[in-house]
């Protein structure tokens, strides 16, 4: 029952239900349209930085760069 309590004061803060209706939202209704109604296009472009390497040893990035050249 506590973590409903919590869950129901969470959604009743104003930034919240603004971020999840766009009738309470101040961003102009064309842009709110236009963006997803997920996070696929955050989530593939984190995907696309994992792939081309990250952290990785000095060496290791410069033979990258030198492949890519």
Known sequence: ???????????????????LNKYVSNVDHEIWNKSGSDTNNAEAAHSMANREGKQLK????????????
């Open 1 to 19: 029952m506590f973590f409903l309590i919590e869950w129901l004061n969470y959604y009743r803060q104003s930034y919240v239900l603004s971020s």
């Open 58 to 69: 000095l060496l290791s990035a410069i033979l990258k760069l030198v492949k890519f050249f």
